[in-house]
């Protein structure tokens, strides 16, 4: 009975050796055969997750390519800006009254209203303006209209509007009126003394009389005269281009003109004797 307990141990032992044995050789024999398969998968994962991080980091690189380029053309448009303001700038410059410290230089801002062309606001640049006073508006070298600073704001009121007013010489004789708006291309003089002689043709210029311009700037030429029951008026095209209100300078100060008495007196006399 013992002997047959040994023997069938020595058969179960040996088989498992041998079942073992097999076993060892198959798995040697499967990963023999598996081996190029894992590593073709492996190469087709590493592959796919290289395409994957290679298209993340193109796609990266194009969202940040336009945010560049969106930056840039915010650049380009800025400086093209800036050079189209300047090329205006210096086609309406002048540069006696670039070097004026009595003299500021202004832009147009907007229109006050968009059916009014003739009222506008202007760059503030000043902080000493003072409220509600007239300034003169002059457009290259000729008069374009006045400025009122108002609850912090510069306006603008053009030639074409009829609340712009200002004193006037007219002709050669320099005889005096008072300049009203009418429309983009004409104005009004009213008060001019009716026994003056003012000739269609005759220009138009400020006085200076009213601190509001310096004296001489051209305003326009008399296109007609009427005759009215106290004084004449000169109906005038103006020079101003106020259809197109960009660049300004403010007359900000007029100086204060002092004339020699003796010398006004002799001229006067001898263009009596003359």
């Known amino acids: 009975m013992m002997n047959k307990k040994v023997i069938f141990s ?3 032992l040996t088989a498992s050796l041998l079942f073992f044995k097999e076993e060892e050789k198959f ?36 969202e940040s390519l336009k945010k560049e ?11 093209k800006t800036t050079i189209n303001q300047l090329q205006q700038y210096n086609k309406v410059r002048v540069k006696k009254f670039d070097t004026n410290p009595n003299i500021l ?38 008069v ?26 007219i002709g050669k004789k320099k005889m005096p009126g008072i300049a ?10 009213n008060f001019i003394p009716k026994w003056s ?10 006085s200076g009389l009213d601190n509001i311009f310096l004296a001489n700037i051209p305003v326009g030429t008399v296109s007609k005269v009427l005759t009215r029951s106290t004084y004449k008026t000169a109906i005038i095209k103006t020079y101003a281009n106020v259809l197109h ?13 002092i004339h020699d008495l003796n010398k006004t007196l002799q001229k006067d006399t001898n263009s009596t004797v003359d």
């Open 10 to 12: 020595i058969i179960v």
């Open 144 to 169: 374009a209209g006045i400025a009122i600073k108002t609850d912090n704001k510069l306006e603008g009121i053009l030639t074409s509007n009829e609340k712009c007013q200002f004193s006037t010489f």
């Open 197 to 206: 002689q003012i000739l269609i043709g005759d220009k138009v210029v400020t």
């Open 105 to 142: 230089r202004i832009q147009t801002i907007s229109y006050k209203k968009l059916n009014d062309f003739s009222y506008i606001y202007l760059t503030n640049i000043d902080k000493t303006l003072k409220e509600d006073k007239i300034y003169g508006l002059i457009q290259k070298n000729v």
């Open 27 to 62: 798995q040697e024999n499967f990963a023999v055969i598996s081996l190029p398969i894992k590593n073709i998968y492996l190469d087709m994962t590493n592959s796919i997750t290289n395409t994957i991080d290679k298209y993340i980091s193109q796609a990266n690189s194009i």
């Open 245 to 257: 209100p960009n660049y300004f300078y403010l007359v900000k100060k007029v100086p204060i003109q």
């Open 180 to 189: 009203k708006g009418i429309d983009e291309k004409t104005m009004e003089i």
């Open 69 to 79: 380029n969106i930056i840039l053309r915010k650049y380009l448009y800025n400086q």
